[in-house]
């Protein structure tokens, strides 16, 4: 079926050190990767996104990485900032379902000053 | 311009009662999306529409949940003889016509509260 787990549920770091956010898929004809970022009481909002035909994707401080034969991505984030504190996403669309985002159940990130 | 609009933004309401939550999509997108998102958990596809037509119903929960887009604009999602599991915040998200790569642009939500 389809599923998307993700871990891990809470993550605290040191301001200025890395974050990494793992996520897993279930469906293999899954070919879009995005990650939304949710802050207290604010609409999720897309923070970036890889395609199943892309190994790995960077936007300043952002990078996903796509392993598409273990069917794993994740989410890196460096030098973090105290507005990187948030709530995480990461989802899959499905080839057979088109346009239906199946979202992992989101990590809870801190950053520490 | 516009982003996507939804409302009431709280709507609290008794067991058994119907409610009526309403959604306007960024202007010229065709693709329109409803989500459910209960305390803690991502969001949770519930149906999506391309234009007024119903392309994917496969989340609806149980037959009290029920939503329309009668021009192809504005959508309503629908839920009769709301229940106390009901709780949770209603997302609604359009994307410019609904292919796999497109953003899906998500509005604030209704917080519905059955009590």
């Known amino acids: 079926g389809e599923n998307v787990e993700q871990h891990p549920s809470t993550l605290s770091v040191q301001e200025g050190d890395s974050a990494v956010i793992k996520c897993t898929y279930s469906d293999s004809a899954s070919n879009y990767f995005p990650w939304y970022k949710q802050e207290l009481g604010k609409r999720p909002q897309l923070i970036i996104d890889?395609?199943?035909?892309?190994g790995e994707k960077k936007d300043q401080r952002i990078a996903v990485t796509l392993n598409k034969t273990a069917k794993h991505f994740s989410l890196h984030i460096t030098e973090t900032q105290p507005e990187d504190s948030a709530v995480y996403f990461c989802?899959?669309?499905?080839?057979?379902?088109?346009?239906?985002?199946?979202f992992g159940s989101g990590t809870r990130l801190s950053i520490r000053p | 311009g516009a982003g996507v609009s939804q409302t009431p933004s709280n709507k609290v309401t008794e067991k058994g009662k119907y409610v009526e939550l309403r959604c306007d999509p960024i202007?010229?997108?065709?693709?329109l999306y409803w989500y459910r998102q209960s305390l803690g958990q991502g969001p949770e596809f519930l149906i999506y529409f391309q234009g007024t037509g119903a392309a994917d119903d496969s989340g609806l929960p149980n037959d009290r949940f029920f939503a329309v887009r009668p021009e192809g604009s504005v959508s309503t999602l629908k839920i009769q003889r709301t229940e106390r599991g009901d709780s949770a915040v209603y997302l609604c998200?359009?994307?410019?016509?609904?292919?796999?790569?497109?953003?899906?642009?998500f509005g604030p939500g209704t917080r519905l509260t059955v009590l």
């Open positions: 989802a899959a669309t499905y080839y057979s379902s088109a346009s239906k985002i199946i």
């Open positions: 202007s010229g997108h065709t693709a």
């Open positions: 890889i395609r199943s035909n892309v």
């Open positions: 998200a359009s994307s410019i016509n609904g292919g796999s790569y497109n953003e899906q642009f």
